[in-house]
Each structure stands twice: as structure tokens, then as C-alpha cells.
């Protein structure tokens, strides 16, 4: 059975600091859990610590939250709240994986060719400067276009 740091001084009857200074001196092995703290084996405690104290274990107080349902998690139990936080995190994930194809997917609408005759006003005929352009047949007519020629 794996224990916190709080239970291990309570079954050793050692300090706090005696314990950190056991795990950094490599005379007691721990793990560390899902949540980032350290646990102690019983049988650890036992090898380093000898005989543990006899504490009474109080049953767990019930739930101030009653009816949230409580979620299996293999690292743990996992509440509604988590839940909620995971499952808004995966939506805003998916928002951004959908923007990323919009992006790979983005086709420009058509556009206007570079050579496409310009349309004179209604009714009136083009002016004696302005030439009528001709569409592009190849890519030399295109760099003549923008060459000037």
C-alpha cells in the first residue's frame, strides 16, 4: 500500500524533515504519483523505519458533493469538474485541427485572369490610348505583358 508523506510521519513517529533527508540520501525509496507527490511503500516504511505505529483510520467523511458521480480514471478518481476542464480542452484542440485543414484546403476563388479585356463603361467605346488586351496564349505573351511589350 502506498502512502503520502502526511501518512508516513504519522505510522514512522519521524519529522517531516527527517524523512526528505532519508529520500535524498537514497536510504528511502519512493514514487511519485500522478499528482506530482511522493508515495512511500508500507513495506519500505518497514525496512528503513522498523515497526509502524498502529493508526486508527477514520472513515472517509461522505461526499459534500453527493451527486457528482465519480469517473474511473487509471491514475485515479476523475470529478465532473476535470471532466468538464478535458473535454473543453479537447474541443478547443479540435477547433484548432479544423482551422489547420480549413488552411491546407484554402482555394482562392477563381481570379481574374492577367490579360482579360477591360470592360468599357456602358455604352461607350474605349479611348483612342487605351489598348485592347489580348488574352494570353503562353507564358512569353505573359512576360511580354509584364515587360511592357
Known amino acids: 500500500m502506498l502512502h503520502t508523506i502526511t501518512e508516513a510521519i504519522a505510522l514512522t513517529g519521524k519529522s517531516r524533515r527527517t524523512i526528505y533527508n532519508h529520500c535524498d540520501q537514497g536510504r528511502l525509496s519512493y514514487s511519485i504519483g500522478p499528482d506530482g507527490r511522493r508515495y ?62 480549413l488552411l491546407l484546403e484554402h482555394k482562392p476563388g477563381s481570379r481574374p485572369e492577367l490579360n482579360a479585356p477591360t470592360t468599357p463603361n456602358q455604352g461607350s467605346e474605349p479611348e483612342a490610348g487605351q489598348n485592347k488586351r489580348k488574352k494570353a496564349e503562353n507564358f512569353a505573351d505573359l512576360l511580354s505583358v509584364l515587360d511592357g511589350n
Do not use: M, N, W
Open 40 to 101: 512511500f511503500d508500507t513495506s519500505e516504511l518497514i525496512r528503513v523505519y522498523g515497526p509502524l505505529h498502529a493508526v486508527a483510520h477514520r472513515e472517509s467523511p461522505e461526499s459534500a458533493q453527493v451527486c457528482t458521480p465519480e469517473i474511473a480514471h487509471p491514475d485515479g478518481p476523475l470529478t465532473e469538474a476535470t471532466a468538464l476542464r478535458l473535454i473543453a480542452a479537447i474541443e478547443r484542440l479540435v477547433e484548432i485541427e479544423e482551422k489547420k485543414l
